[in-house]
């Protein structure tokens, strides 16, 4: 049998990367400029049978309907935005991608940047390797994490692992879902703006869809207000974000910790001389102990695939 | 002359004097003046001692801030202090046994910033292990489009964390941290069996059994360079050290070799041994993360500070039993 044809999209692990190539025929399509992808695709058609995507690119309509013979796409992430699942399903294509073992990482960035963005921790961290050291009288003091309402934009699984988190810290927890979840004591709340207007810290862990995009709109962050805190570890177009930034400029918003952005690797310049904000490059699940959970996972799917046993995390 | 100022105290205003050492926050002070008549030698023309045996000599309260030192010379000028309050938990700055001995009593802040300094060393730590505040500066220079995607941290989740005094903070630190899914081991001074976390008898023993140490104790001599070269090594190669007590817990000078010599993982400070200096090697560190002894400044502790130095004056005024009085049994809190 023909050895599986994959195409791996963008550069996204070593190990992934080198596993995908001892075990598979592997395709890198970052090696070409992105004018040549097309015909790239086209040119190796008849091979390629496997796509395996990235939050940074995915496998829309076009790149789909060049592969005639695709069978299976594999994204690494647990949010499939950039997968257009509706034509992999009238296609026939399989899709997978890496629940729970990114639940924990997600979970604790998205806490982490809480604290920093309150207690100013990068900033008082950038104030010390400029050499200076401010006397106590002078800094502006910061806002206290514990106790604060936290609400939560989605209560899956990283919803859920934030929670359980953010209750170690006094916390207590309110969410909005599409759904009530009764198994949870949390308060639910059936619409974002009344869960901005009833929370402190309002963290984004929905996944994007046509209906959560610009969720957090311009209504939204006045909702939360200018001692509220805004964490965004979902998508960055989940955030109107013109809007947060025209927010944070003019004091209207408390604070953000943003892992994500609308136009990825790009970031806002107006914020870079914010102290109330802490911008990561997408890190949510940047540890070496999860990439290469989900890479084993990544590579267990693909193996279930190709020796027609079940699939270990299908999205559908 | 001390009949003489108590009886000047008296005509010129109800208020009892309190002796402050250096300027102290604004929303501190301003509670301050309105029910005490503040003595403040810095806005005298006066070299210190002086101004203390000018007007200072019938004070009974002093009020320390900033870790001012309060040691046997500075008791001398003070013949009437019977009361010492300072905004610190922490008591290292003070002679406790001079303090005895001359009959005054001290009160500290208690256990009130006890959450906030909780918080904060989880923060230093996740931002050590996930990179936070090194992938920020990374993003504010621009280099996420140019250079690509930050290199990897590591995982919080499993890490075998030691709490090294195991008193307010520390307990509050464990908390937070076992929703985490890291596994709490602890030294104190002695065993505590009523907590379900293991205990080491040495901190070389935590070490060896660690993979994160965080240091939550009161500086003693007993505890003064306890992070030593020894305990560096026991923790190991990917080890990191987050210190939210007090800098001098650590042997600096160990700590800055072994970072880089890259024997040592990582650290998040947020005190050091000659604060304000810090060593500069650590400036261009990516694995360290820096503050300014910054772990109990948040808006909320300064009102409940300030209540709490208030009420602890008031007592002493009218012979009351103290709020936050440091005894033996207080400086358990911390190991």
């Known amino acids: 049998m023909e050895s599986l044809g994959v195409l791996l999209t963008a550069r996204i692990d070593p190990y992934l990367e080198a596993e995908l190539d001892r075990r598979f025929k592997l395709f890198r399509l970052w090696e070409l400029p992105p004018a040549q992808r097309r015909e790239f695709l086209r040119e190796n058609a008849e091979a390629i049978r496997a ?63 809480a604290i920093a963005a309150m207690r100013r921790i990068c900033d008082s961290d950038r104030y010390l390797r400029d050499g200076s050291w401010k006397g106590k009288g002078d800094y502006k003091l910061t806002s206290k994490f514990s106790g604060k309402t936290v609400g939560i934009l989605g209560l899956g699984r990283i919803g859920q692992a934030v929670a359980k988190r953010a209750e170690g810290f006094g916390c207590p927890i309110c969410y909005c879902s599409r759904s009530e979840k009764r198994h949870t004591n949390y308060k639910y709340y059936p619409s974002v703006l009344e869960l901005a207007a009833n929370c402190q810290v309002l963290v ?106 079940p699939l270990l995390t299908p999205a559908f | 002359m001390a009949l003489g100022s108590e009886a000047q105290g008296r005509r010129g205003t109800e208020r009892p004097q309190l002796l402050l050492l250096r300027p102290p926050l604004s929303v501190l002070h301003e509670a301050l003046s309105a029910r005490f008549q503040l003595l403040r030698p810095w806005e005298s023309p006066l070299p210190f001692d002086r101004f203390l045996a000018a007007h200072a000599a019938g004070v009974r309260a002093l009020l320390v801030t900033g870790l001012a030192s309060v040691d046997g010379p500075l008791l001398d000028a003070l013949p009437a202090l019977r ?172 700590l800055v070799k072994h970072l880089m010599q890259r024997e040592i993982g990582g650290a998040g400070l947020d005190v050091f041994e ?33 209540q709490l130095v208030i009420a602890n004056l008031n007592a002493f005024f009218s012979n009351r039993p103290l709020l936050t009085p440091v005894s033996a049994r207080t400086r358990s809190y911390y190991s």
Not at chain 2, 146 to 158: I, M, Q
Not at chain 2, 167 to 184: P, T
Not at chain 2, 219 to 224: K, P, R
């Open chain 1, 51 to 113: 796509v395996v995507g990235s939050p940074a690119l995915g496998a829309d309509a076009e790149m789909i309907d060049l592969l005639p013979r695709l069978e299976i796409v594999a994204n690494f992430g647990v949010g499939l935005d950039k997968v257009d699942l509706r034509r992999c399903r009238d296609r026939g294509v399989r899709v997978v991608y890496t629940p729970d073992v990114v639940t924990d990482d997600t979970a604790d960035l998205a806490i982490g940047l």
């Open chain 1, 204 to 309: 984004v862990a929905c996944p994007l869809t046509e209906e959560t995009h610009h969720i957090i709109n311009r209504e939204v962050i006045d909702a939360l207000g200018p001692n509220g805190v805004l964490v965004n570890v979902g998508r960055g177009p989940h955030v109107d974000e013109c809007e947060l930034v025209s927010a944070l400029l003019d004091g209207q918003l408390g604070a953000a910790g943003l892992d994500v952005f609308e136009h990825e690797p790009h970031v806002p310049e107006q914020l870079f001389g914010l102290d109330n904000v802490v911008l990561v490059p997408h890190i949510g699940t940047d540890t070496l102990e999860t990439s290469k959970a989900m890479a084993d996972l990544i590579l267990e799917n693909l193996e279930a695939h190709v020796s027609n046993r």
């Open chain 2, 83 to 254: 009361f010492i309050v300072t905004t610190s938990s922490g008591v290292n700055h003070i002679d406790l046994a001079e303090c005895a001995r001359r009959g005054i009593a001290v009160a500290n802040a208690g256990t009130i910033f006890s959450l906030d300094v909780a918080d904060y060393a989880v923060g230093l730590l996740i931002d050590v292990l996930r990179r936070v505040s090194a992938s920020d500066r990374y993003v504010r220079r621009g280099l996420w489009p140019r250079a690509g995607d930050y290199p990897l941290g590591s995982k919080l989740g499993s890490k075998r964390v030691g709490i090294v005094g195991l008193g307010s903070i520390g307990s509050e630190i464990a908390k937070r941290l076992e929703a985490f899914g890291c596994s709490i081991s602890y030294f104190s001074r002695s065993r505590k069996p009523q907590v379900p976390y293991t205990y080491f008898p040495s901190v070389g023993d935590l070490a060896a059994e660690s993979d994160v140490l965080v240091l939550s104790c009161a500086l003693t001599e007993e505890t003064y360079h306890i992070i030593n070269r020894d305990v560096m090594s026991a923790l190991g190669k990917d080890g990191i050290i987050i210190n939210v007590g007090r800098g001098a817990l650590v042997d600096e000078a160990e």
């Open chain 2, 274 to 306: 000659h604060e304000p200096a810090v060593p500069e090697e650590l400036f261009c560190m990516d694995n360290v993360v820096l503050s300014a002894h910054f772990s109990v400044e948040t808006l909320e502790m300064s009102t409940e500070l300030c």
